[in-house]
């Protein structure tokens, strides 16, 4: 085979490669359901690129006790997560191990046991609590921001509350749509 | 210039050799040397290469910080832009090059530079789209970009480039996300070895082979802590299946040399694998390992009989390697069979029945089996002198000293550390190392002298 049409596969592997992958988060963004998840804005860190704000939502930890579950799940464990319409923000109702039937105003987010525990540390009581628990990833964790907004997030103003509007995909994939604050959208996501 | 007086003294020591192993005819290594000598490059080629990647890095690292400063403020098609460009830009370049003949080494750089930029840009779009997946997924794109890079631009830096992407892949599976035995990175490592046998590519099957060591050593390292039982003896199962599979591979490389196609590669897989066997059957000779760590730990706990699974898997491996052993035999057979054939083939017996009889015994036994490991473990470093040096691999002969020494000063410290008063320890330790290495140095540096000699003049060490 000639170089050049060596070199030309090479190039359009490589193209389609990364073109997939926005193809498949922007296929999640707009086919998706939009939900609205509560969460708390973590250890903004930079990397070479700018800032990321690490979003801690409230489904990320799950309390075994208060919800319907096909137990047990073990650690690095698929996991799906059946959440319903609630006000504001959605809410975690059963977790599966393989993906549910959805009734109406309900939808399935995919994710992944990072850690099972039966212990945790409460933050507004500062004490450590007996819970049976899981923590779990959803690919949703990370936004990255301008350099330097990564602060500001973190650092909200008195009366300013954050949550996201996420996209979630008849799979389970998840991809954030918007950072709201107070409701209105702070950051929102475009193909271009 | 250099490199090429060099390539005519190097082939002038080694055709002696192949034409003794039967890959050369006789009479012919004088044509040989002429003919490489009449068709002298017209100078330095690896300095080219070495500044070309030294370019290729530094462009990458210029155009990544670049990106770093102005990040925030370019609009998303302008990092699209950049990010499919650059890729593009690098690849042109290097086809521009080979294509032309001209500048081979700027090509091979620019194409590594290609690999450099699609890793980095799985990033960053993982970054600019908010993509946040599981990340080892990242590095296994990066890694199979690289090795698609090999076989279609028959590029031995790109395949180098994937193996070790493949390697930090497997380490982020296994202790990132608790994988033990992290197979599908056999399947990846396996699939470069076509173009690194089809090409030639000595380098890249040094990386191989080191990337290989690598996975076992991660896998061994995770089965060790996940098992959470220090005195069920389960790390001393492991090292003796690690030892025995890098003894199996040693002789896998025996059989490779008997090869004519894969004798060049015979010679790297059994120096690994010899180094792997060495540490595995070094860790084997302490005691501490053959009681049960836990007994160290001061619990006074010895671990028991081996468990069922651990003799099938241990079994398993040993029919792997005696099979390995016998078709190196039997691909030997009627040719002049070295002595030292015969007598490893006893060792290797004897050996094996130790290991065997290693799983039925308990914690308790554990001072007498390291004896008899220790034993085991003399001997087989004399017969890796004796391989090494009908070989001609001084690599083997070196490795053979270094862990002589390392055995000698283990027992040391395991003997003398509790008998002697510290300041005597210290001291005669001293004297040991300043006399015992003196004593190994002069025999190694003999021995290799010899085996120099001989291969100037054709003959066996």
Redesign the interface.
């Known amino acids: 085979m000639r170089?050049?049409l060596?070199?030309i596969?090479?190039?359009v592997?490589?193209?389609v490669?990364?073109a997939s992958?926005?193809a498949m988060?922007?296929w999640t963004l707009s086919t998706g359901t939009p939900i609205v998840l509560e969460t708390e804005p973590i250890d903004p860190r930079s990397?070479?690129?700018?800032d990321?704000v690490r979003l801690n939502y409230t489904i990320s930890t799950l309390r075994l006790a208060e919800l319907s579950s096909d137990r047990p799940f073990k650690?690095?464990e698929r996991i799906y997560v059946l959440v319903r319409n609630g006000d504001p923000y959605w809410e975690p109702v059963s977790l599966h191990h393989e993906r549910p039937g959805l009734p109406p105003d309900h939808v399935t987010l995919k994710g992944?046991v990072i850690r099972a525990g039966n212990r945790r540390w409460n933050r507004q009581s500062q004490s450590w609590e007996a819970t049976e628990h899981l923590m779990v990833r959803y690919?949703?964790?990370?936004?990255?921001v301008?350099?330097?907004e990564g602060r500001d997030l973190e650092r909200l103003k008195p009366g300013e509350k954050i949550s996201i509007r996420v996209a979630v995909d008849q799979f389970g994939n998840a991809?954030?749509k918007a950072v709201l604050v107070n409701g209105q959208p702070r950051y929102t996501?475009?193909?271009? | 210039m250099l490199r090429e007086s060099g390539f005519l003294r190097r082939l002038r020591k080694e055709l002696p050799v192949w034409v003794q192993q039967g890959w050369v005819r006789p009479g012919s290594e004088q044509q040989i040397l002429d003919h490489a000598a009449a068709h002298r490059g017209p100078g330095v080629r690896y300095l080219p290469l070495a500044f070309s990647i030294l370019g290729v890095l530094l462009l990458g690292a210029g155009v990544i910080t670049f990106f770093a400063a102005n990040w925030s403020v370019m609009p998303k098609v302008a990092k699209l832009t950049l990010v499919f460009g650059s890729m593009g830009l690098a690849y042109a370049g290097a086809g521009t090059a080979l294509k032309y003949r001209e500048a081979p080494q700027l090509g091979e750089a620019l194409l590594l530079l290609g690999v450099i930029l699609f890793g980095s840009n799985i990033m960053l779009i993982a970054q600019i789209y908010h993509i946040d997946a599981h990340y080892p997924n990242g590095v296994l794109l990066w890694a199979l970009g690289g090795m698609v890079t090999a076989y279609l631009m028959h590029s031995q830096p790109a395949m180098i480039a994937g193996i070790a992407l493949a390697v930090l892949w497997t380490g982020m599976e296994t202790f990132g996300f608790d994988r033990s035995l992290h197979w599908p990175f056999l399947i990846l490592w396996a699939s470069c070895l076509p173009a690194i046998h089809k090409n030639r590519w000595m380098p890249a099957s040094h990386v191989a082979m080191i990337g290989l060591l690598l996975w076992s050593w991660f896998a061994f390292q995770h089965l060790i802590w996940s098992a959470h039982a220090w005195g069920s003896g389960v790390p001393l199962y492991l090292m003796q299946i690690y030892f025995l599979a890098s003894l199996g591979i040693f002789v896998l490389g025996m059989v490779m040399a008997t090869d004519r196609q894969l004798a060049s590669f015979g010679v790297v897989v059994k120096r690994y694998a010899a180094f792997a066997a060495l540490v595995s059957f070094c860790a084997l000779t302490f005691p501490d390992l053959q009681r049960g760590l836990e007994w160290r730990a001061g619990s006074g706990r010895l671990h028991g009989t081996a468990p069922g699974l651990w003799v099938i898997v241990t079994v398993v491996v040993l029919l792997i390697v005696v099979g390995l052993a016998v078709w190196h035999r039997i691909r030997t057979t009627g040719m002049e069979r070295p002595a030292y054939l015969n007598w490893g083939s006893g060792l290797l017996g004897l050996g094996i029945a130790v290991v065997l009889a290693n799983l039925f015994l308990s914690g308790e036994h554990g001072g007498e089996v390291a004896v008899v490991f220790n034993l085991l473990f003399l001997a087989g470093l004399v017969w890796l002198v004796y391989a090494g040096m009908h070989a001609n691999d001084r690599f083997l002969v070196n490795a053979a000293f270094l862990f002589f020494g390392l055995g000698l000063l283990s027992r040391y410290f395991d003997t003398f550390w509790t008998l002697l008063n510290r300041s005597y320890f210290f001291m005669a330790g001293g004297l040991l190392l300043i006399g015992g290495g003196y004593l190994l140095e002069k025999q190694r540096r003999k021995l290799t002298a010899r085996m120099q000699g001989a291969q100037a003049q054709g003959g066996r060490p």
Do not use: A, D, S, W
């Open positions: 170089i050049t060596r070199l596969i090479l190039i592997l490589q193209f490669v990364l992958m926005i988060k922007q990397l070479f690129q700018g990321y650690e690095h992944t690919g949703i964790e990370n936004y990255f301008p350099e330097g991809g954030i996501e475009t193909l271009f």
